[in-house]
């Protein structure tokens, strides 16, 4: 049955509604995709993000895990990196980008 619910979910717009007043000025990236039964987050920081910026994305995923049954798994990454590249892959499952990262292509 989970499988069943989880072609039907939005995780982005799932997760852009988690991240509404929760974006810090800090957040330079944040990936989400569901991967059969796991849900995949990643939210990259500036090198110099306090702990209570980390715990925005905390926060993002805990509202974003309750939309989901307690059967998810959950593969998490919150972390700071002012010199990870942005884009994983293609860049398909990017949901958030801060404004500048682009010129780095």
Known sequence: MLSVFME????PQIIQKAMLGEVPATL????????SDTLHFRAVF?????????EC?????AEVLACFSS????H??????SYAHWKVGSGENLLFLRYGELSDT
Not at 8 to 11: T, Y
Not at 57 to 61: G, I, K, P, Q, R
């Open 8 to 11: 039907n979910v939005n995780i």
């Open 28 to 35: 330079r990236f944040l990936y989400a995709y569901m991967s």
């Open 46 to 54: 500036t090198d110099d993000a306090p702990d209570d910026h980390l």
């Open 57 to 61: 994305a905390s926060v993002v995923l």
């Open 71 to 74: 059967e998810i798994k959950l």
């Open 76 to 81: 998490e990454s919150i972390e700071r990196d």
